[in-house]
């Protein structure tokens, strides 16, 4: 596999990449590339974007895993994570991908974990040029997502009034409040248990710990459920574990029933919300056929 470290522009901000080509390619071939989303303040470093590109280089596509604005390497606020900036993101990593002689232009498709599937699903039901989704462990509606992950009386009183002082904050002071990743989206200790056991760290070195809470009332607002039917008649697939413990499963379940065709839901059982980081042979097995059906690597 052949990597290169790009640049490209995106409202005004460098945004850096790696870019990798499969071996073996003729002169002139061009291959379906891959758009390669991060989750929540993570980065192109992290496990649920390493294992997807390797493996779809090893399926023959192209793919460019990027960091957002305000994420690893790429300029922005350092942390201000907004969900339709980083919509217009993936439209500029697009036509950045777009312009490789590698690269079909016409069959670029995005994939992208919990944060990332929600952002690309969105992506593909607002840009016509992104040719297949494929989201795991996505969500689609920012405000039942919220409550499906602080499901008490308590917690969900404490997450709102985070998001009133919030708004207090910023009209009082023109600044933003300072929140912590764990209290916008918690993740059980299992999980992250689980992931050291198996040797893959949950998060990505530089990840984002503090988020303004603007982040948050952004994630809330989000509703890439609205645009997902208009994804048809290119190809979706939604995966997500059967029991997730930190996205609800009914985020990708809502999706699909909402969807047009073609479009398939998987859910795995045994797995949880990083199932793109476990390593697992079904889901890739599963991935490959899909592909190999809806959206293969060359013509």
């Known amino acids: 596999m052949h990597q290169e470290v790009?640049?490209?522009?995106?409202?005004?901000?460098?945004?850096?990449?790696?870019?990798?080509?499969?071996?073996g390619l003729r002169p002139g071939e061009r291959r379906a590339a891959f758009l390669v989303l991060h989750g929540?303040?993570?980065n192109c470093e992290s496990p649920t974007c390493l294992a997807p590109a390797k493996v779809l280089g090893g399926f023959g596509y192209v793919t460019l895993r990027f960091d957002m604005r305000g994420c690893g390497k790429s300029e922005g606020e350092f942390g201000r994570v907004i969900c339709l900036e980083q919509v217009e993101d993936a439209g500029n990593a697009l036509e950045c991908l777009?312009?490789?002689?590698?690269?079909?232009?016409?069959?670029?498709a995005v994939i992208g974990s919990s944060f990332?599937?929600?952002?690309?699903?969105?992506?593909?039901?607002?840009?016509?040029?992104?040719?297949?989704?494929?989201?795991?462990?996505?969500?689609?509606?920012g405000e039942r997502k919220f409550r499906g992950q602080h499901p008490t009386p308590q917690a969900w009183a404490k997450f709102t009034a985070m998001l009133e002082e919030g708004k207090a904050c910023r009209a009082r002071t023109g600044k933003s409040l300072m929140v912590p990743r764990y209290d916008i989206v918690p993740i059980p200790d299992h999980v992250r248990a689980n992931l050291e056991k198996q040797g893959v760290g949950m998060l990505a070195p530089g990840s984002v710990e503090m988020f303004p809470a603007e982040t948050a009332q952004s994630m809330f607002d989000f509703r890439a459920e609205d645009v997902?039917?208009?994804?048809?008649?290119?190809?979706?697939?939604?995966?997500?574990?059967?029991?997730?413990?930190?996205?609800?499963?009914?985020?990708?379940?809502?999706?699909?029933?909402?969807a047009g065709q073609p479009a398939e839901l998987h859910l795995?059982?045994?797995?949880?919300?990083?199932?793109?980081?476990?390593?697992?042979?079904?889901?890739?097995n599963m991935l490959r056929q899909w592909l190999d059906t809806y959206f293969p690597a060359a013509k």
């Open 6 to 23: 790009v640049g490209f522009q995106s409202a005004g901000l460098r945004l850096h990449g790696v870019l990798s080509v499969p071996e």
């Open 40 to 42: 929540f303040g993570s």
């Open 98 to 108: 777009a312009r490789h002689p590698n690269v079909d232009a016409d069959r670029i």
């Open 116 to 141: 990332g599937g929600a952002v690309g699903v969105y992506a593909g039901g607002t840009n016509p040029r992104i040719a297949a989704v494929v989201s795991n462990g996505g969500w689609g509606h």
């Open 228 to 258: 997902v039917g208009n994804i048809a008649p290119r190809p979706l697939l939604l995966i997500h574990a059967a029991k997730d413990s930190v996205t609800p499963t009914e985020q990708s379940v809502e999706m699909f029933r909402r």
């Open 268 to 284: 795995f059982s045994g797995l949880d919300h990083f199932l793109f980081a476990e390593k697992s042979t079904r889901v890739w």
